[in-house]
Each structure stands twice: as C-alpha cells, then as structure tokens.
C-alpha cells in the first residue's frame, strides 16, 4: 500500500463511513441526540451534514499534516509503511495534499 491508497482508504472507510453514519443509525449517541437529529428538517440535516463533513475533513487533514512534518507542531516527517511499502516519510508524497485532492 502505497500513500495514494492510503488516503483513499481512509477517504473511503473512516471520512465517508463517518459522514454516512451520521445521517444513519447513529450507535454510541444518546437516545435524545437520536431524537434530535430525527426531527430536523431536510434542510437541517444538510446542515448538520456540512459541518460534520468538515469537522472530519479538518481533523484527518491535521492529521495527515502532522504525519507529513509540516504542521506548526511536528517538523519531522512521521514514516510509515504498509507492506513493506513507505506510506509517508521523506521523499514521500505528501499525504495531506493526496488528501485534499480526494475531497
């Protein structure tokens, strides 16, 4: 697995499956907020949609921008690997800019 596949990965089955799951069945969350969201309006909803969706975006991109070396935190790129194949790291594409070209 490549750093391109990676961020697919995670585009796939931890942004998408999040922002589905908040318009699903939502387990882990009290029976009110369940209730809550229930009766909103489509137009709430889609609201709600919007924010969750770049609540997740922010997250993974400071995330991935850690792992890449370039957030005000880490300066050092994180290497990663899968398959004996480098996820990150120097060199690397940078998995932040995969990110944001998926999304």
């Known amino acids: 697995m ?3 596949s990676f961020v697919q990965l995670i585009k796939e089955e931890a942004r998408d499956f999040s922002i589905d799951w908040s318009e699903g069945n939502q387990s882990g969350i009290s029976n009110d ?3 809550w969201l229930s009766n909103l309006s489509e137009i709430e909803k889609s609201f709600v949609r919007e ?3 770049e609540a997740i975006d922010n997250s993974l ?3 991935l921008e850690i792992m890449d070396g370039v957030h005000t935190k880490n300066q050092s790129p994180i290497e990663a690997s899968c398959c004996n194949e480098k996820i990150s790291g120097k060199n690397q ?3 932040h800019d ?3 070209s998926k999304i």
Do not use: H, W
């Open 2 to 4: 490549n750093g391109e």
């Open 33 to 35: 907020a369940q209730s």
């Open 51 to 53: 924010i969750v969706t």
């Open 61 to 63: 991109s400071q995330l």
């Open 93 to 95: 594409p940078q998995l």
């Open 98 to 100: 995969l990110y944001a």
